[in-house]
């Protein structure tokens, strides 16, 4: 069975995976602003703010690793004090 259009000649696929390289490199550069914004204004406080909850003041400018933030939230929440 032939087919009604002949086979596209090797130059035109050539040309085609071009432009999709060429899609792809453009929604890269245009994406690329966008995800570095949203990591450096959202993900990057979160993480600081994680690992601010993470630790205790032991000294003046000296921390070390705790969950006594949180036993102290949850003491004061059960009792309804703020302290």
Request: glycine residues 4%; positive net charge; hydrophobic residues 45%.
């Amino acid at each position: 069975m032939r087919h009604a259009l002949p086979p596209l000649p090797r130059c035109l696929n050539r040309v085609r995976s071009a432009a999709a390289w060429y899609r792809r490199l453009t929604l890269g550069l245009l994406l690329a602003p966008v995800l570095l914004w949203l990591f450096g204004l959202i993900v990057l406080p979160h993480v600081d703010l994680a690992m601010l909850s993470l630790r205790e003041r032991v000294a003046p400018r000296q921390y070390a690793p705790s969950l006594a933030q949180f036993r102290t939230f949850s003491r004061n929440r059960s009792t309804g004090t703020c302290s």
